[in-house]
Every structure is written in C-alpha cells, then in structure tokens.
C-alpha cells in the first residue's frame, strides 16, 4: 500500500537557520503530495502542496519540490524562525480523498 | 468562519468504558473524516463520510468503534468497551468535496483519549 517516510525528530535549529525536512513515498500511480504543520495545541494545516511531477508547492517561506525520479517531496525553509516551531506532517493522496500521512517530525526553533 | 469543533477536548477514563467524540464540520462541507493519531505517529483514517453514507470505513475497528453522521451535519464517534490501546488523539475533519479530484481537508483540533 501506499506509505511516507519522514525524517525522524526532533529537529532543533537556531534562528535563522535552513531547514530540510525529508520526505519519501511510496505509491502506485501518481499521487499528490503535502505538508501539513500542527502548531501546539491547534488542529492540522495545510502548508503546500503539489499536484503532479516537478511542481514546487510554497507558503509562509517554505517550499518543496514533487521529485518523482526519486520519489521524495523534501520541506526547506532559507531562515527559519522561533514561530515554525511545530509538528511537520508530510502526506500523499492516492485518490479517493484518502490521506496517508508519515510519522511527523517535531522541529523546535531556538532564539 | 468556524473551524472544525470538536468535543471534549480531553477524556479520561477506565478500560472497559464507553466513550464518544463529537464533530461539528466547517459549515456546508458535504466530507467528513475521522482519524486516530498515535503519540509519535502521523494520522491514520478511521472512517470516510459523503454526506450521510459512510464511504470508507476499511480501517475503523467495528467490534468496538462505531460512528454515525445523521442529516449530514455532525458526526459522533463512539468506542465500547475502551482498551487501554485505544489512548490516542483522535482528530475530525472536513472537506467541500465537488467533483473529482483532491479538496483541502480541514483539521479540527482532536480529542485527546486516555484510557487507563
């Protein structure tokens, strides 16, 4: 079936710092690819995503390219700050709106 | 505009118990998720509704868990009895879902289930 791998946690980071968070799938067919962000004590939020090969999703200064030769949809972020601390969720949808997500990664922005 | 509610945000209680979750979805969305998110683990899909019909419901345990969506609306997930396996945060979503293709899913915030 359909799987995400991410890259484990926690992650801490000064500010200002780049940021990658991995992410590797596994699917049949094509399927469309997602971060999600879960700030503390808040329900999940979309941050991009990407719909089909060689598409790049962004928002709020991060990005992640759909890398469909290596199967991978890798977060970055050129300068982050203390307010990214979160749960980062990276996902896919196979179709039939069904969402597998990975394992999250928490990342923890120090001053 | 509200965002997904849902209701208790935290519950404790024994094994063996019953519990249910409430979900009030972001008005005039016609989807309807449940998920249960394991410490340390990403969300995994208990239960899919289109309006009121139950679409997907490969991974919901039916020997214990049970969930309804009358008129549409809300939705009321239920677990009897409560296994010490069960603690968990368990999250609604929902979604305008149109015509083909992938619409947003909108997270509530989860109840948190511990079961002790």
């Known amino acids: 079936g359909d799987s995400v791998t991410q890259m484990e946690g926690p992650v801490t980071l000064s500010e200002e710092a780049f940021l990658t968070i991995n992410c590797t799938y596994t699917a049949t067919g094509y399927p469309s690819l997602f971060w999600y962000v879960q700030y503390p004590g808040e329900g999940l939020q979309l941050l991009l995503k990407a719909t089909k090969a060689d598409d790049k999703g962004s928002n709020k200064g991060f990005e992640a390219t759909y890398r469909k030769e290596t199967t991978s949809f890798h977060l970055e972020k050129g300068s982050v700050q203390v307010s990214d601390s979160a749960v980062y969720f990276c996902a896919l949808s196979g179709g039939a709106q069904k969402l597998v997500f990975g394992q999250g990664t928490r990342l923890t922005i120090n001053p | 505009e509200a965002g997904v509610v849902q209701s208790p945000r935290y519950k404790i209680i024994e094994k063996k118990q019953p519990v249910a979750f409430w979900c009030n979805p972001i008005s005039g969305h016609n989807t309807l998720y449940w998920y249960r998110q394991n410490l340390g683990q990403g969300p995994e899909l208990l239960i899919r509704?289109?309006?009121?019909?139950?679409?997907?419901d490969s991974q919901l345990p039916k020997d214990r868990f049970s969930a309804e969506r009358l008129k549409g609306v809300d939705s009321t997930l239920k677990i009897q009895p409560a296994e010490l396996g069960d603690s968990a945060v368990y999250l609604c979503a929902s979604s305008l879902d149109l015509a083909g293709g992938y619409y947003e899913q909108y997270f509530g915030p989860g109840t948190r289930l511990t079961v002790t």
């Open positions: 509704y289109e309006n009121e019909e139950a679409v997907d």
